[in-house]
T-cell receptor, first 114, second 109 residues
């Protein structure tokens, strides 16, 4: 089945220790997104790519970086995690353009910062 | 600013009907989505409305009134597995998704 796969599902790190989260997709969607979601809050868009065209949200901290080496893979790097970065990180994909373009989400990576 | 409002939490009884409301104020409108999110899991797509009216899909229906900036999600014949958060999201004039914080639905036997 075509899908979006995130690794790891659970990540525990220490304050300030870099973390990389990965996302892969078999849907051949050209748009990929990284969201941060804290408990009982709306998903917050961090970045998105139209193909290799990178779009950084204005309020995404510099501590967060992203890479998309090819259509299928995308990475989220958190350079120096703080306690406030503990959250669920959701990767999603969609087709580009007008219309429904439903987002398909991965299962998420839950980050704990000690 | 752009805003999506939903009730924080609702409780309903198994077998009953529940309506979850969503009001929005966005810069432009290019469609409204409802997603279901079980605790600790990713959101999954439920419905999409771009024209006024009711869209029915099995036990779930979604309604849109663009003039009122209003939508609702109607869940019939509630089952325990429907206990989840329901997220309303609007695509604005730039085709960016604006998300609500979600409504946590608790189903009681």
């Amino acid at each position: 089945d075509a899908m979006v796969i995130q690794n790891p599902r659970y990540q525990v790190t220490q304050f300030g220790k870099p973390v990389t989260l990965s996302c892969s997709q078999t849907l051949n969607h050209n748009v990929m997104y990284w969201y941060q979601q804290k408990s009982s809050q709306a998903p917050k868009l961090l970045f998105h790519y139209y193909d290799k065209d990178f779009n950084n949200e204005a309020d995404t901290p510099d501590n967060f970086q992203s890479r998309r080496p090819n259509t299928s893979f995308c990475f989220l790097d958190i350079r120096s995690p703080g306690l406030g970065d503990a959250a669920m990180y959701l990767c999603a994909t969609s087709k580009q353009g007008a219309g429904a373009n439903v987002l398909t989400f991965g299962a998420g990576s839950r980050l704990t910062v000690l | 600013g752009q805003n999506i409002d939903q009730p924080t939490e609702m409780t309903a009884t198994e077998g009953a009907i529940v309506q979850i409301n969503c009001t929005y104020q966005t810069s432009g409108f290019n469609g409204l989505f409802w997603y279901q999110q079980h605790a600790g899991e990713a959101p999954t797509f439920l419905s999409y409305n771009v024209l006024d009216g009711l869209e029915e899909k099995g036990r779930f229906s979604s309604f849109l009134s663009r003039s009122k900036g209003y939508s609702y999600l109607l869940l019939k014949e509630l089952q325990m597995k429907d206990s989840a958060s329901y997220l309303c999201a609007v695509k604005d004039s730039n085709y960016q998704l604006i998300w609500g914080a979600g409504t946590k639905l608790i189903i009681k036997p």
